[in-house]
């Protein structure tokens, strides 16, 4: 190994710990006594690194569909500044958060960052720690909710902390039925939130992960399709109070008129029209279910009408945020596209890797996966803290699955 690989090596592991302790764990108790941009600090140490890789090759290699990511991303931002889709200040700070997770995934992506079997262990070791602290934190909170305000801020961060320590420490093991099963226990601390959420996507983890243990369980069978109904439905079973409420009672179905729809619900019900009235590049950066949309108000809020819902107003946006799919309204049908090409296209790269025989990356790759798309229908953890690190995690994975099949 040359000292260039072995410096990005160390330096990723050390910003891993880094972002898994004051980015995942303790990022809410941090926030809370007023700084609020580890996981920008964390975005730029890990776009420093891409830098340094890239200019240290002779060739300055730059994966293309990173270079594409970035094209778009700066487009949007050009055509947000034409149509003025909210202040300058606001559109800068939207296209920072929303290019933030694919920075993250694509740097890691791009370095092939591997981690000696040293550095695993000590990354194991750690996100078992620190999952007794969610063991903890989410206990008390059962009895005391203002355990959670000084812990996580909010009991659904206690399943995505759960959620990274489990990838991370699933990652860093030799997939043995013993780290299946302590991945399992990390991931069921999350349970402890009580989110349908969490619930379905760990129904599924646990499937996954004691089920796929060799390549040609993911070829298309009667027992596989058989696996996937019994998934999905397990999925839907512990999720059908919040899909009941959300998309019956909430507003698709319900007959209300728009000023009684739930402010989650609102968002999706106008993003429709906002993708239809701005086709086909949408509303543009900070106008849309985002939280620069709510910090500087949007304009479009009151164009639809919706300024006056609960959790949306220009006095209480508190939650304009509070999803993720709507928000793809900025980015109009074209940007709708490209994010589900993103994941489909990752998916497809898994399930190949699979029956290649890399069966614990793909696994975690698919799991990541399902998470975001389930993640996405209620909260913006995409873009969060938390979000960046499991998209660091699939960097890692995607990334091994290259290098392995590279040397074979």
Request: charged share 15%; proline share 1%; aromatic share 20%.
């Amino acid at each position: 190994m040359d000292l260039r690989k072995e410096f990005i090596n160390n330096q990723f592991f050390n910003l891993t710990v880094f972002a898994l302790i004051f980015g995942v764990i303790f990022y809410d108790s941090i926030d809370a006594l007023g700084f609020s941009y580890l996981d920008e600090i964390c975005a730029l140490l890990l776009l420093i690194l891409f830098i340094y890789m890239v200019f240290s090759t002779k060739s300055w290699e730059f994966d293309k569909a990173f270079l594409f990511v970035i094209v778009v991303f700066v487009f949007y931002l050009v055509y947000s500044f034409v149509i003025q889709s909210n202040t300058k200040g606001a559109i800068l700070t939207d296209f920072v958060i929303q290019v933030k997770p694919y920075l993250a995934f694509f740097c890691v992506y791009a370095m092939h960052p591997v981690f000696s079997d040293n550095q695993k262990t000590i990354l194991r070791q750690l996100a078992v720690l620190c999952s007794v602290y969610v063991l903890i934190a989410g206990v008390a909170s059962l009895f005391s909710y203002e355990i959670i305000s000084y812990t996580f801020g909010h009991v659904s961060r206690i399943a995505t902390a759960s959620t990274a320590l489990a990838l991370l420490y699933l990652y860093c093991s030799d997939f043995t039925k013993k780290d299946k099963y302590v991945f399992i226990l990390i991931l069921a601390t999350g349970l402890l939130s009580l989110r349908s959420k969490h619930f379905g996507f760990f129904a599924v983890s646990t499937l996954m992960v004691l089920y796929f243990n060799d390549a040609t369980k993911m070829r298309f069978s009667l027992r596989n399709v058989l696996f996937f109904i019994v998934a999905f439905g397990l999925t839907v079973l512990v999720s059908w109070k919040k899909i009941y409420f959300y998309f019956f009672t909430g507003g698709f179905g319900s007959g209300r008129e728009a000023d009684n729809l739930y402010a989650r619900m609102a968002l999706y019900y106008f993003s429709i029209p906002i993708l239809k009235d701005y086709i086909p590049f949408g509303s543009g950066f900070a106008s849309y279910a985002t939280y620069t949309s709510g910090t500087s108000y949007s304009a479009i809020y009151t164009k639809y009408d919706m300024n006056h819902l609960y959790g949306l107003t220009k006095s209480n946006y508190s939650f304009i945020a509070d999803t993720y799919y709507p928000a793809l309204a900025q980015f109009g049908f074209a940007g709708v596209i490209l994010f589900f090409y993103f994941w489909i296209y990752l998916l497809r790269r898994a399930i190949k890797s699979y029956v290649g025989g890399f069966i614990k990356e793909s696994v975690i790759s698919i799991l990541i996966i399902i998470f975001f798309l389930i993640e996405c229908t209620s909260d913006a953890t995409l873009t969060h803290n938390r979000g960046m690190f499991i998209l660091m995690i699939l960097g890692l994975t995607i990334t091994h699955k290259a290098v392995a099949m590279s040397k074979s």
